[in-house]
T-cell receptor
């Protein structure tokens, strides 16, 4: 069975550019989560969706960050404009419901120069 | 918000040694989970615990759901080099709210 799929695996971009990270959750899962991981702050929940609807975006750091889930099998996390401090590994995870075990994708390592 | 205190932050052990790590909270959780993150990968679910007092094993891993529902531990017996990674505890509060994660225990195994 396919797990959570994320693309790209690595992204290097210059400050000021727009970055779009993509996620395909496990088929049948109704909840999707976006996390950011850094050495300093650990694993931070940015936003999560239930049935394609954003439920809690209180972890989104700034207005430069936005996330969408146009259908049950696809979500994007966009950073516009990107800044060097956005450099981190971004994970997508999915679960049957928001209150059940989550399964993580392999992550996207973002470097903003 | 709810927080999990995971300890130790890091461990350096000899191959063959046993390892123990734990998570505590001031809040009650209905489910405890343990994840492992290999370098360059996403966290992978190792063990899930659903009932207070439950003791579950998965190969060399053993985890327990504390009787007070406020803590959990993970033991790894006879460590091997591939046990290297970051181990996260996570708790599910009541209702339909998402997982709360600990800050992780970074394990290094010296051959």
């Amino acid at each position: 069975d396919a797990g959570v799929i994320q693309s790209p695996r690595h992204e290097v971009t210059e400050m000021g550019q727009e970055v779009t990270l993509r996620c395909k959750p496990i088929s049948g899962h109704n909840s999707l989560f976006w996390y950011r991981q850094t050495m300093m702050r650990g694993l931070e929940l940015l936003i999560y969706f239930n049935n394609n609807v954003p439920i809690d975006d209180s972890g989104m750091p700034e207005d430069r960050f936005s996330a969408k889930m146009p259908n049950a099998s696809f979500s994007t996390l966009k950073i516009q404009p990107s800044e060097p401090r956005d450099s981190a590994v971004y994970f997508c995870a999915s679960s049957w419901t928001s209150g059940s075990e989550q399964y993580f994708g392999p992550g996207t390592r973002l470097t903003v120069t | 918000g709810q927080q999990l205190n995971q300890s130790p932050q890091s461990m350096f052990i000899q191959e063959g040694e046993d390892v123990s790590m734990n998570c505590t909270s001031s809040s009650i959780f209905n489910t405890w989970l343990w994840y492992k993150q290999d370098p360059g990968e996403g966290p992978v679910l190792l063990i899930a615990l659903y009932k207070a007092g439950e003791l579950t094993s998965n190969g060399r891993l053993t985890a327990q759901f504390g009787i007070t529902r406020k803590d959990s531990f993970l033991n790894i017996s006879a460590s091997i080099p591939s046990d290297v990674g970051i181990y996260f505890c996570a708790g599910l509060p009541s209702g339909n709210t998402p997982l709360v994660f600990g800050k992780g225990t970074r394990l290094s195994v010296i051959a």
